[in-house]
């Protein structure tokens, strides 16, 4: 399928991100090319099982959308929020302008930095008690006791 169905949808984005009426015109757009339902006969207030969209569709309809916005779309948007309108809305509300987005990191931890031994100690730390909340083995009872000796 492809996700540029509308030319007001297409192309790469600019720094502000599309409302919610510009998400609702591609969901439209996208059912019905998915669909034998003219443009004009979509209700987007009717749910995408009644539309016919089917699983795969509908996760190929995710994958394509999270492309178009630039961001991961999980599969199962279309079951959490079953209309286009509930989508659209949802997700103009998920998507932030660029200027919001954290800049990533471009440099590499330096391990000679004074903070870098300790910075790693303290993440060590805390995935080895996430570890430990988290291990259970399958009678449900815990597999290390809290003084940190097996069960």
Not at 15 to 31: C, D, F, H, K, Y
Not at 55 to 76: C, F, H, K, Y
Request: aromatic share 4%; net charge negative.
């Amino acid at each position: 399928m492809n996700s540029d169905t509308s030319g007001a949808c297409s192309g790469s984005r600019s720094a502000n991100p599309p409302g919610e009426q510009e998400i609702r015109s591609w969901l439209v757009e996208t059912m019905a090319g998915m669909s034998a339902v003219p443009r004009a006969e979509i209700d987007t207030t009717v749910p995408f099982a009644e539309l016919s969209l089917t699983s795969l569709q509908g996760v190929r309809m995710s994958a394509d959308l999270g492309e178009w916005l630039g961001m991961r779309i999980p599969n199962g948007v279309v079951f959490d929020y079953p209309t286009i309108d509930l989508m659209a809305r949802y997700l103009s509300n998920a998507v932030k302008p660029v200027e919001e987005v954290p800049a990533a990191v471009d440099e590499e931890p330096d391990p000679h930095d004074p903070d870098f031994d300790e910075s790693m100690e303290e993440l060590l730390r805390l995935l080895d008690e996430d570890v430990r909340r988290s291990a259970v083995d399958v009678n449900g009872s815990d597999v290390v006791e809290d003084n940190g000796e097996p069960a």
